[in-house]
């Protein structure tokens, strides 16, 4: 089992007298992580897939959370999203339970968010969980052992049941994607159109990286460019893929509106392709590289809390850099390169303008970037 790096944070709000809230893509571990810290002590479990339990709690008033709590000081609540007007009821649990720790998960963002953001404005600490992360891996495996399988990683990603299935990491991905992966896109986010939907997440894990048009993704689909807007929407709130925007303050020739979209893992994206073959036989490893890259980042950005805002940035002659943080107004831009010719250096452009502080990234020192060293970004 992995270590989470959101563990210590979490068990430090654990008594603040706020819901403590934990979200994420399914299969991420997330009722792992909850009931690791709940070991030791009693707690209460209500799952929101149990019909019995959204029946009992949707809608429930303060004498029938009463009798459901008992004497239980801790409750955790499980695929929240389940239940009917959970919101209210996590907020009569904060409010008229003050003797109980709340937790609560949901695989989704559709609902949950829209049912807690007003009940619970100021009663809770929402978390996100990913799949495991390079450096609770490393942290596991050891430096050397995780070195070692650098290229696996990029090929079959972190989900932890991938983790722990060497050698059946494709049928294990395969039941991911089909059973899991599209199954609060389809519920929550009412689409009929489950072809188009396919067509469409196919046509992302192709273009990693790359800017994506959304009347291009139109034709390719048959959708109009407003449907693709609300299909990358919920393939966002799915926690299958995430958007980057551009970055552009001062010269008149930077893109301004595009974006590049990535997937959160990079078996996923691989099995959505259907193509598992090694970095050195592929066209794409560039965008591997890439997509495993930005997706730790986003991690590491989450877990310790940073405010970094996060870009890319291109001009329209074609000068690019691929990942750009802004941190209180200090700009670091970072190059991602498989394999780095020599001295690599970033647009002139970019580090004169923004007097940015920039570095390449290679696997000679990817390290430093998925693990949020703090080490500053200096020449490459």
Do not use: C
Request: charged content about 25%.
């Amino acid at each position: 089992m992995y270590k989470r790096t959101l563990q210590a944070s979490i068990e430090k709000r654990i008594g603040s007298g706020k819901a403590i809230i934990v979200t994420g893509p399914r299969q991420v571990g997330k009722t792992t992580l909850m009931t690791t810290i709940l070991r030791g002590t009693p707690f209460l479990f209500l799952n929101g897939d149990d019909p019995s339990t959204r029946e009992m709690l949707g809608g429930a008033d303060t004498g029938r959370i009463r009798s459901i709590l008992g004497t239980y000081s801790r409750v955790f609540i499980d695929e929240a999203q389940r239940i009917p007007d959970i919101g209210q009821t996590m907020k009569i649990i904060t409010d008229q339970f003050k003797q109980v720790q709340l937790f609560a998960s949901g695989s989704s963002s559709f609902d949950l968010a829209n049912q807690l953001n007003e009940p619970l404005t100021g009663r809770k600490w929402e978390y996100q969980l990913f799949p495991v992360s390079w450096e609770e891996f490393e942290q596991q495996h050891g430096y050397l052992a995780s070195q070692q399988q650098l290229e696996h990683r990029l090929i079959y990603g972190f989900y932890p049941d991938v983790l722990m299935s060497p050698g059946d990491e494709i049928p294990v991905l395969r039941n991911l994607v089909n059973s899991y992966l599209y199954r609060d896109l389809l519920i929550y986010g009412g689409i009929k159109k489950t072809d188009a939907l396919d067509k469409l997440v196919r046509a992302l894990a192709f273009q990693t990286g790359s800017e994506v048009s959304y009347a291009e993704l139109g034709q390719m689909t048959g959708l109009d460019t407003k449907t693709v807007s609300r299909y990358i929407e919920i393939l966002e709130k799915g926690y299958v893929v995430f958007r980057l925007g551009a970055f552009s303050r001062n010269l008149r020739n930077e893109i301004r509106k595009n974006n590049k979209i990535y997937f959160y893992d990079n078996g996923v994206r691989n099995m959505i392709i259907g193509n598992f073959d090694p970095p050195a036989s592929r066209t794409d490893k560039g965008a591997l590289w890439e997509n495993f890259l930005v997706s730790e980042r986003i991690k590491q950005i989450a877990y310790k809390e940073s405010l970094a805002r996060t870009y890319f940035w291109r001009t329209k002659q074609q000068q690019e850099v691929d990942w750009v943080e802004d941190l209180g107004g200090r700009i670091s831009g970072f190059e991602f390169k498989w394999d780095a010719q020599g001295r690599e250096r970033l647009s002139a452009s970019f580090t004169n303008t923004y007097k940015a502080e920039s570095k390449t990234i290679d696997r000679t020192n990817f390290r430093d970037f998925v693990m949020m060293d703090r080490v500053t970004p200096g020449t490459a």
